[in-house]
């Protein structure tokens, strides 16, 4: 592993951008598979057999595997969250997304005021950890009006963790001493070439600023940093082993902050675009299996994407936080049918409340945690 680490993650990734991975995970056996598992430390190139086709006929024991390191390292316990969307202002124009700058839609900013409210509400069901959320528009949701907004969710609560455009190390700084805790960036996809074209225009369409980004966010002390691909822009298999190896490079850079990596994958938005790459729950499930194998510690969240039964299926596999009561557009837990009349980032598939969710962690005999973190104690 320690091949791959260097100045930044973008070197790390150049070097393996020349190396034919679809040609290795082909090549994988069924004998690098049953290896993979006997050991206790996995290296990169059992990581990839885990990934591969032939592991899908071991997923049985790699569940077992995974659910007893889960266990191990997390407990019966799982995080929840909520994310409060603020803005669906964005510069960018991602094929994939209803923000997108060429949507015509009218678009909206919540004030302090609104917040304040959307806030109260979150906070009323007991949900401790609140992610912020904006569309990509420094023109309309700059540091300064981030900042205020974690000031307001600051008074509701404990932990807030931030997922807005890509930020310098300084920028992050300033947030992080104003109370944020987390980070949270997806790549999108890991392949520059079909990186620029899913994203045609904007600041976005710089690869490695956002690349880098989650290395800042953890450079400027954040406590958590979660990365991710949206899984069904390229091929899932190589995605995940960049986002293995990406989340990786973190642990051994900065082994101070958690890292934590998600699985979402594209949901129905309002736009023509579809997906170039089929995945299925069980390549989800191989996804979740592979990346707990390699990385004991990686914490793993789930949102909504996924639809509630799913969601329970994949709870003891390796999961260790999960979005719940979510609502994705701008304003939409106060206002819900000024919200329809906008427009949500993408579709919920499951809409169970937080006590509801709550419940259902308890029956599987989970505990949901749904504050593990103060600020400034
Ligand atoms: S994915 Fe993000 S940056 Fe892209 S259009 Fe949607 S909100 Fe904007």
């Known amino acids: ?194 990186y620029r074209v899913l994203h045609p225009a904007g600041p976005k369409r710089n690869f490695r600023y956002r690349l880098e980004a989650p290395e800042r966010g953890a450079a400027a002390r954040m406590r958590q940093v979660n990365i991710g691909a949206l899984l069904g822009l390229a091929d899932w298999r190589r995605e995940i082993l960049m986002v293995g190896l990406h989340a990786r490079y973190l642990q051994d850079r900065f082994p101070e902050v958690e890292i934590g990596a998600s699985v979402p994958r594209l949901r129905p938005f309002a736009g023509a675009f579809q997906g170039s790459c089929e995945v299925g729950d069980r390549n989800i499930v191989q996804a979740i299996l592979a990346l707990r194998l390699f990385l004991p510690r990686l914490g793993i969240a789930l949102s909504t994407r996924e639809d509630s039964c799913f969601r329970d299926s994949l709870i003891p596999l390796g999961i260790t936080r999960m979005s719940a009561g979510s609502c994705t557009s701008v304003g939409g837990y106060t206002v819900p049918d000024e919200a329809e009349d906008a427009f949500a980032q993408f579709e919920i598939a499951d809409s169970r409340s937080i006590p509801e969710m709550m419940a259902r962690l308890r029956e599987k005999g989970y505990d949901p945690v749904l504050k593990d973190w103060i600020f400034g104690l």
């Not at 994988?28 to 990839?48: C, K, N, Y």
């Not at 057999?49 to 790699?62: K, R, T, V």
């Not at 964005?90 to 997108?100: A, K, T």
């Not at 900013?109 to 906070?123: G, P, Q, V, W, Y």
């Open 1 to 194: 592993m320690t091949e791959f680490l260097s100045k930044s993650f973008y070197d790390t990734y150049l070097a393996c951008r020349e190396r034919d991975w679809g040609e290795a995970l082909a090549a994988a056996s069924g004998a690098d598979v049953e290896q993979a598992l006997r050991r206790v430390h996995l290296s990169f190139s059992d990581f990839l057999a885990l990934l591969s086709p032939a592991a899908e006929a071991h997923l049985e024991s790699m569940a077992q595997k995974a659910r007893a390191l889960t266990l191990r390292y997390f407990g019966r316990t799982i995080q929840l969250y909520a994310p409060i969307y603020v803005s669906d202002y964005c510069e960018n124009s991602c094929l994939y997304c209803s923000f997108s700058s060429r949507n015509r839609r009218k678009r909206k900013k919540l004030s302090l005021e609104e917040i304040d409210r959307e806030a109260a509400f979150i906070a009323g069901t007991g949900l401790q950890h609140i992610l912020l959320l904006t569309g990509e528009s420094k023109k309309e949701s700059p540091v300064g009006y981030l900042r205020d907004c974690v000031n307001v969710l600051r008074r509701h609560f404990s932990s807030v963790a931030i997922e807005v455009y890509p930020l310098s190390e300084e920028d992050y700084a300033g947030l992080v001493a104003e109370g944020v805790d987390g980070l949270t960036l997806y790549q999108e996809t890991y392949d520059e070439s079909l």
